[in-house]
């Protein structure tokens, strides 16, 4: 059943914008109305979940159930943790920290000690990228030894090695720092010090969906590279470090256009598309990666347009996924930059996280709310 802006309004008992930011967030799905093309329909049992979920103190399998998304914490962590709206690595504001701080100095801070990354760990071959960076953690995934009754200066030192066969993938192995290497395999030099920063800013936020698969990975007592690798496939998704390339797409499509960027993007919201790239639910006054990011940069008309039109239209401010889109354009770097970028800068995260499971020796083993057919009592 789809209902009507009024009646979808009415049972979530919300304004319009909170609306809008729901069905950009891919929570409620709409579409058309075949009647009157720029009114939009709202899936009703959508509406009805989101609004049983705000109302009342849920019980406590409901909070069980939640936990795992986007809900209350599950396991501790002395890594990263964001409150009051900023991102703190080990205490220490990320924000500052972009000041001035490098990729590496992130990982000495992250893993309690960093030297300098081991050359000549991968070959340069004809293909370079993630999907290089794939290839080289699982044939590192095949003999590296367990992590399990392994010292911590071991352990960093495979950490120093696995991220050295990351970046050594996604850019040919060289000297240098990482963000003037990548500055130099997109040969943009001028872009070095953004870089830079995006690194830092990109290194790690607590327990995201691919941390949340390395912990798991090593908890089982494998090694880090299989716990990179897991890292690594689970951030390949379009919903976490691909979302930039969906931004790309959408700040193009409505640049194309020719039409005022907020009834473009009032259109594209009446035909049931989400909106990537804003709003965060850790940040209620905005992401502050991406202001930190944005603050930076001179935004390309496009991204401008859409960065306006977005704050109109959902009352949603940009979140980190925008602002490594818009730094990808604001440089003219190749289409496959953001992927590259943040493969590079989470490895750290990655590592951290699991360098504080090994010692933490528990295995992560949730259990199911089992919702299949009534087993059979005998």
Partial sequence: MWLPAAEALRRLNVKPQTLYANVSRGRIRAKADPTEPRRSLYNSDDIDRLARRT??????EAVAVEAINWGQPVLPSAVSTVANGRLFYRGQDVV??????????IAALLWGGFSSLPSGTSRAGPEMGTGAALVALAERAAVDPPSVLRNP??????????LATVADAIMSPGAGRQHQRLAAHFHRPAAADDLRATLVLLADHEL??????????????????AGALAG???LSGPLHGRASQAIAALADDLARGGANPTDALREWLGEGRAVPGFGHRLYRDGDIRATALLGRLHLPPAYAGLLDAAEAVLGERPNVDFA????????????????E???????VGWLAHMLEQVESGALIRPRARYVGPRPAVT
């Fill in 55 to 60: 109302s009342g103190r849920p019980r406590s």
């Fill in 232 to 234: 690594l496939a689970a």
């Fill in 153 to 162: 200066f071991a352990l960093r030192a495979d950490a120093s090695a696995i």
């Fill in 208 to 225: 995201n969906a691919s941390t949340f698969a390395a912990r798991v990975t090593v908890s089982t007592g494998a090694s880090l590279a």
């Fill in 324 to 339: 490594l889109a818009a730094l990808v354009a604001a440089h003219n770097l190749p289409e496959t930059a953001p992927m």
């Fill in 96 to 105: 500052a920290l972009a000041e001035s701080a490098s990729l590496e100095d």
């Fill in 341 to 347: 970028i943040f493969a590079l800068a989470r490895s």
